[in-house]
């Protein structure tokens, strides 16, 4: 791996464990208003969040790395960075949504907006790197769970 590809491997890798940070700041001071909720019976034990966004980041990180290497002149990786920032900042705001204002409904608003703009991300890496498209799988498949969680959520605390 040349040198630079090493630095844009750790960069990503760490801009968007950063970002997965900002949502936890928000998540943890939450955590009994979040427990006092009537959640799905198929949810998950609480533990389990973090150690699952940490990785599906961690995949994320990968994939825009594969396409941050490739030539910048190319009008589909430039498209593909635009996207993967976008889908990235609202990424940000579900977390601050639900557990920050406290808003099961506006976060299911939000997170649905999210699951379109990563099926988008999805597409426009797909046209980049076939590879890069394949690691965010687990991101989208974890955020309809999550999209299911938070809508069954709205209608037990109704």
């Known amino acids: 791996m040349k040198r630079i590809d090493a630095v844009k491997f750790f960069v990503s890798i760490a801009v968007v464990q950063l970002i997965g940070n900002i949502g936890a700041l928000a998540t943890i001071p939450a955590l009994s208003w ?10 998950p034990p609480s533990w389990i969040f973090a150690p699952v966004w940490i990785v599906i980041y961690f995949l994320m990180g990968i994939s825009v790395f594969l396409i ?17 920032a976008g889908q990235l900042a609202l990424n940000i705001f579900w977390p601050l949504i639900f557990f920050g204002f406290k808003s099961p409904l506006l976060a299911f608003i939000e997170i649905s907006l999210l699951w379109f703009s990563i099926l988008l991300n999805i597409i426009t890496f797909f046209n980049v790197s076939k590879a890069a498209a394949w690691l965010l799988m687990p991101y989208i498949i974890w955020v309809s769970f999550a999209s299911w969680l938070n809508f069954m959520t709205i209608v037990l605390n109704r």
């Open 34 to 43: 979040y427990e006092s909720l009537v959640v799905p019976a198929f949810s």
């Open 68 to 84: 941050w290497r490739e030539d910048w002149r190319r009008p589909e990786v430039k498209v593909a960075l635009g996207v993967f």
